[in-house]
């Protein structure tokens, strides 16, 4: 059997059997990247003697029948904003170009100890900041399933890397829905934690108070599994829950009974497309069908998620990225007349545009006199979305909602209308100001082929929750098991 | 009317991030930033009197770790990734007062 | 015309961890290897987080206390955003609206003759984390400047004071007094050569003119690095001021704030160069760090761990020993081991007195002289007070007392120094006082019989002449009282 495109679990077993060695599976990953990836650019780095030298350790470990980890000998491929010691890490940004970090994020010891072997690094938009992967310095990532379409942003390398059939399982991160928006424009289960959920040590920050990691896989059990290996306390992290990680693996199978499925008012509006809305309507039948109840729900103050985010995420971004200056790493300009101008030029130069634009928009918004406006008044509206979210969860166990309110847009579509490209996250962005935990999953393909991805959002700590409620969905269809052909 | 920044504006706060800006990007900035600043008008329709502002994400509170000393990098690590140093320091250009 | 100095001082103070404020770096003084106790978190690197230190919080949290503060009940950091190559992350950790104390005071002596005091308001004390270093070498004629990041997140503690003081003076001994407060609590050891206790002072005059008080622009003095400096900076700076408004009539308002340094070599504060921009540190909560709500019980168990202040200990040595207002203040402002050697001594030997003018004059010049701590001093407080208890129970003279102190010093040998070597200096030099009045008699018959002319001028009427003798049996009878001599022999003549 081809190892292409098949999922974690049918891999382990099969290198459980011996049917194939983990060099044999990174040696197929290598050789699919090296097929495909000059199309749809999902990588920006790859290491193939450390990944093959790792792996055959996994496989030396496992004929001496040694103890294993969860993720032993497959292929993972990590978004380029997670430090990797020794590996370059450059967040798809010049500023960080040659930039080698001397430790490892935690998620990265996590996947180590896990036995997993390190592929690459994946594209994104520079810092994260974007939902196409366009904004990267590097290259431009497109979508499997149709090279002229963006694979969503910002983790689009981590998404296209898994939908291509290179990598069975990618990390990506979410600020504003850059894992579950791409998962949805490539037709693969993707998943952000709840805030806190998994260790943000060692992921380079765009929105500290936003930031989550989160997995890729092609089927529910996937993401399940690496979210396991992934999620716990980290000391590290003072942000970091110290609530005990439950199995999320050990009760997938398991139906929900009597779940209640909310759905919001405000979330099938103009601007949503018709067969996006068509898709989420059958994925609710499907529930319906399962036992499930859906029930009307209402976020009455869900239509200020974009403006919340764009002045509070940027507000932090313009912080994170202070300390790019060409003095202790990154980029430092040629020339420059004194300390501040190589400050200046040097910053200039490093980012692209649409980082100076966050910068100069949260850097206006914490300014003196403009703080109270802008990014207070944000938080105290973020504040009551956060709230709608907990009236709305003491009447249902979970939200359904579209991903994005279109499949994968043209690459250059947006490019040069920014309010435009913000206003595609409109679904994604209030999990991550809620802090809450949502999962996107393949729900249908749209008339020209694109997938279309169904949004699960719950309470906080409720990832078993959503993983099981998705879990429903896929033993009930068959979308998760299509896969792109490139060739 | 969309708000227009001012390119004095737009250079005070490149000033305050310290971003040198080509002026072609400033012309940008200044009808960009105007858009989403217009943008935010909507939140003024809220009622936010005796709304807590939401920080964190989560609720977390008195995280601390014991004051045990943990090994620190070598100094070729420190200096690893550095644009310029003399293997001991980090090295700048000379600092003028007010940096 | 007359007018009024309007003084408040921003007060640094490195407090005393083991590892930094938000990394597991040592916190150690380390100037001599630059950039090695670094990591992720202290560089700013990418990705990494900072962890707030207990141990800073609390030994912050035990400052406020002792400085009569109220502690919040909620506080939080913030990231005061400028920069400077020795901030690596562009911003500095800091608290900003919601520090974790406020609104104290610390009560200080005005005048040590009449024992008047006067408290000093605090406005607030907050954590924050020190930046690291930059360095020039202005010989060299090098064009680069180096950074240096391993005090990059040593806790430091702020500690602003209302701008109750009135003088230079008084400056200084707020200064002073805090230094002692600190030093006594063990926050830290407020070494300002090493810059754990640094110090900004913001100044100006009130003028008095026709019934109205007319202020003068404020002016910040920063990084001033001795209590001498302090005082002569603000000295020069009023005296400047007060010409500046002489000439220019500008009063507060009418320019911006202006931050001058102090050249010591020439008695001046300079204007430093202004900033490019007007600051705009863009405050704002740090997400990557928790908030803190501090339990009542915690402040009760700080409080009653706290150690008795400088000013409580003056007072109760004053009444326990008897001394004067100006020996405790000597003995208590030598900081805390020096008073805690004062009181073990001063216990041991039962004389309060004594000990305290061994202390402020023998013991404060000899750790002068040899540049050493008292923690340091080879002799003991309980060696000491062997030794003191040897005068009044006329074993040796004072004045024997201290040649063997001397000899104890400069013994230097291996080993502490122990009361039974006292017992060895005595008896080597012969300094025991002879209490054996029949074996002193003889000498004094030996002499009287070998000086037949000076007993001859003595009884002819000459006084004086007994003088001599004394001497003669001083030299024999070493360790001698020469006033118990002195009798032996005026009986002996008068009676033979």
Not at chain 3, 342 to 368: M, P, S, V
Not at chain 3, 371 to 397: C, D, K, M, Y
Request: proline fraction near 5%.
């Amino acid at each position: 059997m081809s190892p292409i495109g098949a999922t974690t679990s049918e891999l382990l077993a099969h290198m459980e059997r011996g049917e194939f060695s983990s060099v044999a599976l990174c040696e197929a990953a290598f050789d699919r990247i090296a097929a495909c990836d000059d199309r749809v650019g999902a990588f920006l780095h790859v290491d193939r003697e450390a990944a093959l030298q790792q792996a055959a350790q996994v496989d030396d470990k496992r004929r001496r029948g040694a103890p294993l980890g969860r993720l032993a000998g497959l292929p993972v491929a990590v978004k380029d904003v997670i430090c990797t010691r020794g590996q370059p890490t450059t967040c798809a940004s010049k500023m960080l170009e040659g930039f080698t970090p001397p430790y490892d994020a935690h998620v990265v010891s996590k996947l180590r100890e896990a036995d997993a072997v390190i592929i690459g690094k994946t594209n994104l938009d520079e810092f994260a900041m974007g939902s196409s992967t366009e904004n990267s310095a590097y290259k431009t990532t497109r979508n499997p399933w149709n090279l002229a379409c963006t694979p969503g942003g910002s983790s689009g390398g981590s998404a296209a890397a898994v939908a291509a059939g290179m990598v069975p399982l990618s990390l990506g991160s979410d600020t504003g829905g850059s894992i579950r928006q791409p998962a949805g424009f490539c037709g693969l289960v993707g998943m952000k934690p709840t805030y806190g959920r998994i260790s943000r040590y060692g992921l380079i920050a765009y929105a500290s108070s936003l930031d989550q990691i989160g997995p890729f896989a092609h089927d529910v059990a996937g993401a399940a599994l690496l979210l396991e290996v992934l999620a716990g306390h980290d000391p590290r992290d003072s942000t970091s829950l110290p609530m005990p990680v439950p199995s999320y693996t050990a009760a997938l199978e398991e139906p929900l009974k009597g779940l209640k499925i909310g759905v919001a008012v405000e979330h099938f509006v103009a601007g949503l497309d018709r067969e996006v809305e068509a898709a989420v309507r059958q994925a609710l039948d499907v529930y319906r069908c399962l036992g499930a109840e859906i029930r009307e729900i209402s976020l009455p103050h869900s239509k200020y998620a974009v403006a919340v985010y764009y002045t509070i995420a940027p507000s932090e971004a313009s912080s994170n990225l202070a300390r790019y200056d060409g003095v202790h790493y990154g980029h430092r300009a040629a020339q420059f007349e004194n300390m501040i101008d190589m400050y200046c030029a040097s910053r200039g130069e490093g980012f692209g545009k649409e980082v100076k634009r966050r910068i100069m928009l949260g850097a206006y918004a914490l300014s003196a006199g403009y703080y109270d406006a802008y990014y207070l008044k944000g938080l105290k509206v973020r504040r009551l979305i956060r709230n709608d979210f907990d009236a709305a969860f003491a009447q249902c166990d979970l939200i359904a909602s579209p991903v994005a309110p279109t499949p994968a847009f043209k690459i250059g579509e947006l490019v040069n209308d920014p309010l435009a490209m913000y206003l595609s996250d409109i679904y994604t962005l209030s999990a991550n100001l809620a802090g809450l935990p949502g999962v996107s999953i393949p729900a249908g393909f749209s008339s020209g082929g694109l997938p279309i991805g169904l949004q699960l959002l719950g309470p906080p700590l409720a990832e078993d929750r959503l993983l099981r409620a998705a879990r429903m969905h896929e033993r009930a269809t068959d979308w998760h098991t299509r896969r792109p052909e490139v060739v | 009317m969309p708000t227009q920044l001012t390119p004095a504006e737009v250079q005070h706060v490149a000033m305050l991030a310290r971003l040198k800006l080509t002026p072609a990007e400033v012309a940008d900035f200044a009808s960009q930033l105007g858009r989403m600043l217009d943008y935010f008008q909507v939140l003024n329709e809220v009622d936010t009197e005796d709304v807590e502002p939401m920080s964190y994400a989560v609720e977390v509170r008195n995280v601390f770790r014991e004051d045990v000393v943990q090994p620190s990098l070598p100094r070729a690590e420190a200096l690893m990734n550095a644009p310029k140093t003399d293997g001991q320091c980090f090295l700048v250009p000379q600092i003028l007062d007010g940096g | 015309m007359d007018y009024t100095v309007v003084i408040g001082l921003e007060v640094h103070v490195q407090l005393q961890t083991q590892s930094k404020i938000f990394c597991g770096c040592s916190a150690a003084y380390n100037p001599t290897q630059p950039n090695v106790q670094t990591c992720p978190v202290c560089l700013g690197l990418p990705g990494a987080l900072p962890v707030m230190n207990r141990q800073a919080f609390e030994l912050a949290l035990k400052t406020a206390l002792a400085l009569n503060c109220e502690i919040a009940s909620y506080t939080k950091w913030d990231r005061k955003q400028y920069y400077y190559p020795d901030l690596p992350k562009g911003y500095q950790i800091s608290q900003y609206d919601c520090p974790f104390s406020k609104d104290g005071w610390l009560e200080i002596e005005m005048n040590a003759e009449t024992g008047e005091t006067r408290r000093i308001g605090i406005i607030r004390a907050h954590l924050e984390e020190d930046a690291g270093k930059n360095m020039h070498d202005e010989s060299g004629g090098k064009t680069d400047s180096q950074v240096d990041l391993n005090r990059a997140g040593t806790p430091l503690l702020e500690i602003v004071s209302q701008p109750d003081l009135r003088s230079a003076a008084e400056a200084r001994r707020y200064l002073e007094e805090l230094r002692l407060l600190l030093t006594y609590l063990n926050v830290s050891d407020c070494n300002m050569q090493e810059g754990s206790l640094r110090c900004d002072a913001n100044v100006n005059l009130h003028i008095h003119q026709d019934g109205k008080n007319i202020p003068t622009p404020i002016v910040e003095i920063k990084n001033l690095n001795s209590f001498r400096n302090v005082e002569l900076a603000i000295t020069c700076e009023i005296e400047r001021q007060f010409e500046d408004w002489k000439a220019t009539g500008r009063r507060l308002g009418d320019v911006p704030k202006e931050t001058r340094g102090f050249d010591a070599q020439r008695g001046v504060t300079v204007g430093q160069r202004g900033k490019e921009e007007a600051s705009d540190y863009r405050y704002f909560p740090d997400p990557d760090l928790a908030p803190v709500t501090v339990a009542d019980e915690l402040i009760e168990q700080l409080r009653s761990d706290l150690c008795e202040f400088p000013a409580d200990r003056r007072k109760r040595l004053a009444v326990t020993w008897q001394l004067s207002d100006y020996d405790v203040r000597v003995i208590v402002d030598q900081g805390r081991e020096f008073a805690d050697y004062f009181e073990a001594a001063a216990q041991a030997c039962g004389d309060g007195k004594q000990a305290c003018n061994w202390l402020t004059q023998d013991i404060l010049r000899e750790l002068n002289e040899r540049r050493l701590t008292i923690a340091q001093f080879p002799i003991r407080a309980e060696v000491l007070a062997n030794l003191l208890g040897r005068i009044p129970a006329r074993q040796i003279t004072n004045k024997s007392a201290r040649e063997v102190f001397l000899e104890l010093l400069n013994d230097g040998g291996a080993g502490p120094i122990t009361s039974s070597r006292i017992d060895e200096i005595i008896a080597a030099r012969g300094l025991a006082l002879v209490a054996d009045t029949g074996a002193l008699e003889q000498v004094i018959t030996a002499v009287i019989d070998k000086n037949p002319k000076a007993v001859a001028d003595f009884r002819g009427g000459k006084q004086a002449a007994v003088g001599a003798l004394i001497g003669q049996v001083m030299r024999e009878a070493k360790g001698a009282d020469a006033q118990v001599v002195r009798e032996l022999i005026i009986k002996a003549l008068q009676s033979g």
